[in-house]
């Protein structure tokens, strides 16, 4: 008998090893000259065009990747992906079926940094393209190949790393729209390496005429900006081929995205329209797109960087009035959420806070979990079943997405928090940091457990609504008729439920009352911003047109004495 069971088991073994699925990927000699740091993904699509890199998404769409960790991967030498390389949305590569594959691999590189709290970590430095892994220059990149895979026989392939990203051109300076950038001290210090900050800036009608004029600053936080968004000096151009947008069941949207930036150069270059500077703020790092505007413990005093080194050498350069009454911020989604943040902890800095959709103001909506009542992020466990949670739905309430399903494709693109998306984000900028040097988790990425002593330390740091009411009296004067909310009430990634526990809040405010304002739009989805009289395909493209010209009017009810107002209104 135990013959038996030994020949059975060899056979087993040889069976195994003769239906091996292999897949090896080169790093050429003739890329690189030295050792590389970062993430392997394996991508497979089913679709018969476009290269899988572009094809990872939240929704039913979504093609599929696997990601792995490399050390010191040496050129000329390769490695081999199997099954504990995670997946998304299947999580092994043993669970592929048989098929028809395009296949193709990316390396998206990390650098090594040296920071001041003492911790090594390797993370992807953003290369000018706003943390995409998929664009980023200097990364490597497989060709697509077809394949014809099945499980049950043995399959080898290999794949060489021999494309590299090419660098982004850097935007071209025009009469009215300029760029800046500057090494950040305070960055530089905390990251152990040259770190910067920039801005696209649109200077006034009449700038360079009215030379002894000094004009107000208007922020616009979103996410990382190329160049300033929705300006366009010349008409829609009339041989452009019409796209197609199924999000908002459009074709032409393009088209009309050229014809609102035009209209709003007409607009801001006419008669009527308050002179202000506007900016756009590029603030990646190596975790996201934008720093979230704030101080954080691991991704350094942005918070502090932008407001006493970027936009002071903004206002001196473009003569700004440099002052904190004649400036105030507007922005949607992050930028709502780093909006309404940046006035609150520094709310002698900023004159006016204008935030549509923010981010979860209020921890209890942490999207559609409640991190300070509920035990597990993914699901809702009961007795004798678990209820997933959704993460993203349509203006009617269709669920495409799961709060799981969004942490998993994350989790596949970069372990310890550097996927350079959204949770992985909302992570590094409100947790304390882990003995690994990497951000502590909030919940477990794979099983979606809580910990609470993590949200304990988010509640008292960055819970807008939170420090908003614990810290009324102190800063409530300051505050006062500056806070504006806008959200639909069917925003796609559910941020509606948050307003709606500041609004109630933001209500009880006493000595002095908040005096603020909270609207929301009827079915509307992401990002809804207070406009009442156009879909939101159209008032998306409306930021600067729609909150400057509020601002100016609200000014001058909460400007100091003897201010000029007028100068800068010709």
């Given at each position: 008998?135990?013959?038996?069971?030994?020949?059975?088991?060899?056979l087993?073994?040889?069976?195994?090893?003769?239906?091996?699925?292999?897949?090896?990927?080169?790093?050429?000699?003739?890329?690189?000259?030295?050792?590389?740091?970062?993430?392997l993904?394996?991508?497979?699509s089913?679709?018969?065009a476009?290269e899988?890199?572009f094809?990872?998404?939240?929704?039913?769409?979504?093609?599929?990747?696997?990601?792995?960790?490399?050390?010191?991967?040496?050129?000329g030498?390769?490695?081999q992906?199997?099954?504990?390389?995670?997946?998304y949305?299947?999580e092994t590569?043993?669970?592929?079926?048989?098929?028809?594959?395009r296949?193709?691999?990316?390396?998206?590189?990390?650098?090594?940094?040296?920071?001041?709290?003492?911790?090594?970590?390797?993370?992807?430095?953003?290369?000018?393209?706003g943390?995409?892994?998929?664009?980023?220059?200097?990364?490597?990149?497989?060709?697509?190949?077809d394949?014809?895979y099945?499980?049950?026989?043995?399959f080898?392939?290999?794949?060489?790393?021999?494309?590299?990203?090419?660098?982004i051109?850097?935007?071209?300076?025009?009469?009215?729209v300029?760029?800046i950038?500057?090494?950040?001290?305070?960055?530089t210090?905390?990251?152990g390496?040259?770190?910067?900050?920039?801005a696209?800036?649109?200077?006034?009608?009449?700038?360079?005429?009215h030379?002894?004029?000094?004009?107000?600053?208007?922020?616009?936080?979103g996410?990382?900006p190329?160049?300033?968004?929705?300006?366009?000096?010349?008409?829609?151009?009339?041989?452009?081929?019409?796209?197609?947008?199924?999000?908002?069941?459009?074709?032409?949207?393009?088209?009309?995205?050229?014809?609102?930036?035009?209209?709003?150069?007409?607009?801001?270059?006419?008669?009527?329209?308050?002179?202000?500077?506007?900016?756009?703020?590029?603030?990646?790092?190596?975790f996201?797109?934008?720093?979230?505007?704030?101080?954080?413990?691991?991704?350094?005093?942005?918070?502090?960087?932008?407001?006493?080194?970027?936009?002071?050498?903004?206002?001196k350069?473009?003569?700004?009035?440099?002052?904190?009454?004649?400036?105030f911020?507007y922005?949607?989604?992050?930028?709502?959420?780093?909006?309404m943040?940046?006035q609150?902890?520094?709310?002698?800095?900023?004159?006016?806070?204008?935030?549509?959709c923010?981010?979860?103001i209020?921890?209890?909506?942490?999207?559609?979990?409640?991190?300070?009542?509920?035990?597990n992020a993914?699901y809702?466990e009961?007795?004798?079943?678990?209820?997933?949670r959704?993460?993203?739905?349509?203006?009617?309430?269709?669920?495409?997405a799961?709060?799981?399903?969004?942490?998993?494709?994350?989790?596949?693109?970069?372990?310890?928090?550097?996927?350079?998306?959204?949770?992985?984000?909302?992570?590094?900028?409100?947790?304390?940091?882990?003995?690994?040097?990497?951000?502590?988790?909030?919940?477990?990425?794979?099983?979606?457990?809580?910990?609470?002593?993590?949200?304990?330390?988010?509640?008292?740091?960055?819970?807008?609504?939170?420090?908003?009411?614990?810290?009324?009296?102190?800063i409530?004067?300051?505050l006062?008729?500056?806070?504006?909310?806008?959200?639909?009430?069917?925003?796609?990634?559910?941020?509606?439920?948050?307003?709606?526990?500041?609004?109630?809040?933001?209500?009880?405010?006493?000595?002095p009352?908040?005096n603020?304002?909270?609207?929301?739009?009827?079915?509307?989805?992401?990002?809804?911003?207070?406009?009442?009289?156009?879909?939101?395909?159209?008032?998306?493209?409306?930021?600067?047109?729609?909150?400057?010209?509020?601002w100016?009017?609200?000014?001058?009810?909460?400007?100091?004495?003897?201010?000029?107002?007028?100068?800068?209104?010709?």
């Amino acid at each position: 008998m135990k013959k038996q069971i030994a020949i059975v088991a060899l056979l087993l073994l040889c069976t195994s090893f003769l239906f091996a699925q292999t897949f090896e990927v080169m790093l050429p000699a003739s890329i690189s000259n030295k050792p590389l740091d970062g993430r392997l993904l394996l991508l497979f699509s089913k679709s018969t065009a476009g290269e899988p890199r572009f094809q990872i998404s939240d929704d039913e769409a979504t093609q599929q990747v696997f990601g792995m960790d490399v050390d010191q991967w040496k050129p000329g030498t390769k490695k081999q992906f199997d099954a504990s390389a995670f997946g998304y949305p299947v999580e092994t590569i043993k669970q592929i079926t048989s098929g028809n594959y395009r296949v193709q691999v990316v390396l998206h590189i990390y650098e090594t940094f040296k920071r001041k709290d003492g911790n090594i970590v390797k993370l992807p430095m953003d290369r000018g393209e706003g943390q995409h892994w998929n664009i980023a220059p200097g990364n490597l990149y497989s060709k697509t190949q077809d394949i014809k895979y099945t499980p049950e026989t043995s399959f080898k392939l290999i794949l060489n790393l021999d494309q590299k990203i090419p660098p982004i051109k850097e935007p071209e300076d025009s009469k009215y729209v300029k760029h800046i950038k500057i090494q950040s001290k305070l960055l530089t210090e905390f990251w152990g390496r040259p770190m910067y900050l920039g801005a696209h800036i649109l200077l006034p009608e009449g700038w360079e005429s009215h030379i002894n004029v000094k004009y107000p600053l208007a922020i616009y936080h979103g996410h990382f900006p190329d160049d300033f968004g929705g300006w366009r000096t010349t008409p829609p151009d009339e041989n452009i081929v019409p796209d197609t947008v199924k999000r908002f069941n459009l074709i032409g949207y393009n088209k009309i995205v050229q014809q609102e930036a035009y209209d709003f150069y007409k607009m801001w270059t006419g008669p009527e329209f308050p002179r202000v500077i506007a900016i756009e703020i590029q603030h990646a790092n190596p975790f996201y797109d934008d720093s979230y505007a704030v101080n954080s413990a691991n991704i350094g005093p942005y918070g502090d960087a932008i407001t006493y080194e970027l936009i002071p050498e903004i206002e001196k350069r473009f003569r700004g009035i440099g002052e904190g009454w004649a400036r105030f911020m507007y922005g949607g989604s992050t930028g709502g959420w780093e909006a309404m943040a940046a006035q609150v902890f520094y709310p002698d800095q900023y004159n006016g806070s204008y935030a549509a959709c923010p981010d979860p103001i209020d921890f209890h909506h942490y999207m559609t979990v409640d991190l300070y009542n509920h035990k597990n992020a993914y699901y809702a466990e009961g007795p004798f079943r678990k209820t997933p949670r959704p993460g993203h739905r349509d203006y009617l309430g269709h669920v495409n997405a799961m709060v799981k399903d969004m942490n998993f494709r994350e989790l596949a693109l970069g372990s310890k928090g550097r996927s350079g998306d959204q949770w992985d984000i909302w992570e590094a900028v409100y947790s304390p940091v882990g003995k690994d040097g990497y951000p502590k988790r909030v919940f477990d990425k794979k099983t979606g457990d809580i910990d609470k002593a993590v949200v304990d330390y988010w509640k008292e740091n960055f819970d807008l609504t939170h420090i908003v009411q614990r810290d009324w009296p102190k800063i409530g004067e300051k505050l006062k008729g500056k806070l504006h909310l806008y959200v639909g009430d069917m925003d796609n990634f559910y941020l509606n439920n948050a307003v709606y526990s500041a609004e109630d809040m933001l209500k009880k405010l006493s000595n002095p009352s908040c005096n603020c304002e909270v609207d929301y739009g009827d079915r509307a989805e992401h990002c809804w911003n207070g406009d009442h009289k156009n879909p939101n395909y159209i008032s998306r493209l409306r930021y600067h047109r729609m909150f400057i010209p509020k601002w100016s009017e609200e000014v001058k009810l909460r400007s100091p004495k003897g201010v000029d107002l007028h100068s800068w209104r010709y």
